[in-house]
């Protein structure tokens, strides 16, 4: 069975989006041990939603290439900005400080959304079912390392 190019370049870069959120999550681990808020799960949908913002924006301008004077980068950059203001304000304050989980996942969903919109279902795919796992796994891995290692208590 052939692979349709684009589908292949979608597998490619669905890889580079698990790689995207396992590094971000390194990064959050290393903020949830010292007691930051923002922990793993934050980090890794931040470096996810990153990812496929990038991912995006190369395979849409590829596939719309033959058509001159289209800019879809324009449009996706246009609602990067506007979802990251929709997602500032639904931080919400939780206690004594801001949780942004839920803002990191509207984004991260914006970029899926925008994804399927310009047809790159396997990537779509892939980017919620690891935004999926950043939510599900991420979300208790991150509570056994802070009983075990950092800040919180048992």
Do not use: C, Q
């Amino acid at each position: 069975m052939k692979i349709d190019p684009i589908s292949a370049l979608e597998i490619t870069y669905s890889s580079r989006l698990l790689v995207a959120a396992l590094l971000g999550m390194a990064v959050g681990l290393e903020r949830s041990l010292a007691g930051k808020h923002a922990g793993m799960r934050t980090y890794a949908m931040v470096s996810l939603g990153s990812a496929l913002f990038v991912a995006l924006g190369t395979l849409a301008s590829y596939e719309l290439s033959i058509f001159s004077g289209i800019n879809p980068l324009a449009i996706a950059g246009s609602v990067v900005v506007g979802i990251g203001f929709i997602g500032s304000g639904l931080a919400a304050f939780k206690g004594d400080h801001i949780e942004v989980t839920t803002a990191s996942g509207i984004w991260v969903v914006a970029a899926v959304g925008m994804t399927a919109g310009f047809g790159l279902y396997i990537l779509a795919v892939a980017g919620t079912v690891v935004s999926l796992l950043i939510f599900s796994v991420f979300s208790r891995l991150e509570r056994v390392m802070r009983i075990r290692y950092g800040t919180e208590v048992k």
